[in-house]
């Protein structure tokens, strides 16, 4: 790709002093109508090192509004990104809906500078590219614009600006000796980046190579391109629009007919005696595999879904009960903000992903999506239909860090149910707990059943098991989830240990 660029490309100042007001005022123009239309945008910027970053970036913000971008420059990672997943510095960096981000130096790193230095293991380069991708192509298809530039210059041209900035002491600190490294074998790192193009090119978020040894000739091509891709997402949009698409609440024929949820043998249940007894000796198990997480950096991710009144509380009590506060942390997940409304709707849990030695526990989760979400039509079918794939990506991204994610649906039936809705009612201190929505939701069950069902066999994957708790008897599945976990953590321990 990089060998059938013409880097003679160039631009007059007559030239370029003709057409530039125009592309500002056009890209101006269009900042706004995306901000109108809640069209989030991504521009990124990758290339050689002294091939122009900064100044080209400048140039292209000189034209929009300030309050409606920020600009990231990815350089190494703080002490907060080393100890969560690679993409969480990214992922929580996306712009809310209207807005643009804007990256000098990108989530590329990994697979550019940091594989040149050494940094990426072969581990990490198996999985990284397909990382990338899914990224990408989740953003792209919840409606961001994805625009990746890479500034192509040649090892000559590299040297004289390297040169140049050395020669005054205001300038040379911007010249790194990684830089000089990477001049010195340019053609290598130049094969680096070739396969990075040739692997991340795609029709959601296509590469644009930019003849970078002339600043006018770059920055009209910038502008041209910025220009053409907004427009053509700003006619999509008005497009979508007119047609005024309505979230979706039409259920096909049922695939997965009560083919999990109706096989739980509910009937399994435990004495309080020996509840005391195990939940004593598990608690204190999990104390000490606790202290081992932290002292080995191993994270922790424990998702809970069930019905309502299902016990997710009251397993969730008896698993933190026994653990040091300063290590883990629940998050209750509400219906979304409108902070959160603006973003992603995975933003809000990649703000919540533990650091490494710690635990996080989510009282429900993204799995909303494919749940009350699908059936209260409160996303649009295709949204819900792909959200399987991005939650397993995402899943998987988790796992790949090392972090231990585990899942888990706690089961009851639809008389359970009723009977602790009815004691929550004439309890005082436990009326707070039950709303008309958890009495509403009990007329949609089969609709509800046949959700989880296919969230389940969708979902269930090898790095983030689904573990279905038996749970009628709340003594029975509080100790099943605390020893779920703690057989986790112990094989955990043990893979480590060889």
Known sequence: MLEKIDLSKKMSKEEFDKVIDGLEA?????????????????????????SGKGTLINSLIHALDPRGFRVYAINGESEDEIM????????????????????????????LTDRFDGITSEKELGYAFDEILSFENTLADDGFVILKFFLDITKKEQEKRFEKLLASKETAWRVSKGD????????????????????????????????????????????????????????????????????????????????????????LSMEKEEYRQRRKELQKRLNFLHSELYRRRIPVILGFEGWDAGGKGGAIKRLTECLDPRGYAVHPTASPNDIEKAHHYLWRFWEDIPKAGHITIFDRTWYGRVMVERIEGFCTENEWRRAYKEMNDMEAQWANYGAIVLKFWLQIDKDEQERRFNERMNTPEKRWKITDEDWRNREKWDQYESAVDEMLIRTSTTYAPWIIVEGNSKYYARIKVLETVVKALEERMKEDDK
């Open 26 to 50: 056009k890209a101006g123009l269009l900042q706004r109508e995306c901000r109108e239309l809640k069209i989030p945008v991504i521009i990124l910027f990758e290339g050689f090192g002294a």
């Open 84 to 111: 969560r997943p690679y993409l969480w510095r990214f992922w929580t960096k996306t712009p809310e809906k209207g807005r643009i981000a804007i990256f000098d130096r990108s989530w590329y790193k990994r697979v």
């Open 180 to 267: 000089l490294k990477r001049n010195k074998h340019f053609d290598e790192y130049k094969r680096l980046n070739e396969e990075m193009l040739q692997k991340t090119d795609t029709d959601f978020a296509p590469w644009n190579i930019v003849e970078a040894v002339n600043k006018e000739y770059a920055v009209v091509k910038i502008f041209h391109t910025v220009i053409n891709r907004l427009s053509e997402a700003v006619l999509r949009a008005k497009a979508a629009r007119e047609a005024k698409e309505k979230p979706s609440v039409k259920e096909e024929p049922v695939k997965f007919k009560s083919s999990i949820l109706s096989s739980v043998d509910l009937s």
